[in-house]
Protein backbone atom coordinates (compact mmCIF):
# COMPACT_ATOMS: atom_id res chain seq x y z
CA UNK A 1 0.00 0.00 0.00
CA UNK A 2 1.35 3.30 -0.77
CA UNK A 3 2.36 6.13 1.63
CA UNK A 4 -0.38 8.67 0.17
CA UNK A 5 -3.10 5.30 0.53
CA UNK A 6 -2.21 4.76 4.21
CA UNK A 7 -2.74 8.70 5.07
CA UNK A 8 -5.60 8.74 3.07
CA UNK A 9 -7.17 6.09 5.28
CA UNK A 10 -6.49 8.26 8.27
CA UNK A 11 -7.33 11.57 8.17
CA UNK A 12 -6.66 12.28 11.48
CA UNK A 13 -2.98 11.07 11.62
CA UNK A 14 -1.24 14.15 10.47
CA UNK A 15 -3.26 16.60 13.28
CA UNK A 16 -2.33 13.83 15.50
CA UNK A 17 1.69 14.07 15.00
CA UNK A 18 1.32 17.48 14.44
CA UNK A 19 0.10 17.68 18.46
CA UNK A 20 2.48 15.30 19.69
CA UNK A 21 5.53 16.48 18.11
CA UNK A 22 4.21 20.10 19.61
CA UNK A 23 3.67 18.44 22.86
CA UNK A 24 7.30 16.99 22.87
CA UNK A 25 9.22 20.07 22.07
CA UNK A 26 7.45 22.08 24.12
CA UNK A 27 8.67 19.81 27.31
CA UNK A 28 11.65 19.16 25.83
CA UNK A 29 13.06 22.65 26.12
CA UNK A 30 11.98 23.44 29.21
CA UNK A 31 13.47 20.39 30.45
CA UNK A 32 16.53 20.91 28.28
CA UNK A 33 16.90 24.36 29.33
CA UNK A 34 16.87 23.33 32.79
CA UNK A 35 18.97 20.48 32.88
CA UNK A 36 21.78 23.02 31.85
CA UNK A 37 21.30 25.35 33.70
CA UNK A 38 21.98 22.52 36.66
CA UNK A 39 24.54 21.52 35.08
CA UNK A 40 22.84 17.80 34.70
CA UNK A 41 25.26 16.47 31.94
CA UNK A 42 24.00 12.94 32.11
CA UNK A 43 19.82 14.27 32.58
CA UNK A 44 20.63 16.41 29.48
CA UNK A 45 22.60 14.24 27.33
CA UNK A 46 19.18 11.50 28.01
CA UNK A 47 16.65 14.38 27.17
CA UNK A 48 18.33 15.55 23.98
CA UNK A 49 18.72 11.12 22.91
CA UNK A 50 15.69 9.75 23.51
CA UNK A 51 12.24 10.24 22.21
CA UNK A 52 9.42 9.51 25.26
CA UNK A 53 6.48 12.00 23.30
CA UNK A 54 7.05 14.35 26.51
CA UNK A 55 7.03 11.47 29.41
CA UNK A 56 10.82 11.48 30.09
CA UNK A 57 10.86 15.56 30.34
CA UNK A 58 7.41 15.81 32.38
CA UNK A 59 9.57 13.29 35.12
CA UNK A 60 12.58 15.29 34.95
CA UNK A 61 11.13 18.37 35.71
CA UNK A 62 8.52 17.47 38.50
CA UNK A 63 10.73 14.93 40.31
CA UNK A 64 14.69 15.76 39.80
CA UNK A 65 14.90 19.35 38.40
CA UNK A 66 14.42 21.16 41.81
CA UNK A 67 18.03 22.77 42.87
CA UNK A 68 19.11 21.71 46.42
CA UNK A 69 18.75 25.15 49.10
CA UNK A 70 22.01 26.12 50.13
CA UNK A 71 22.97 26.99 54.09
Not at 12 to 39: H, Q
Amino acid sequence: MPLDACIASVPWLIPLLLVLTAWDLAWRGVALWRAGRNAHLVWFICLFIFNTVGILPIIYIFAFSKKKKKR
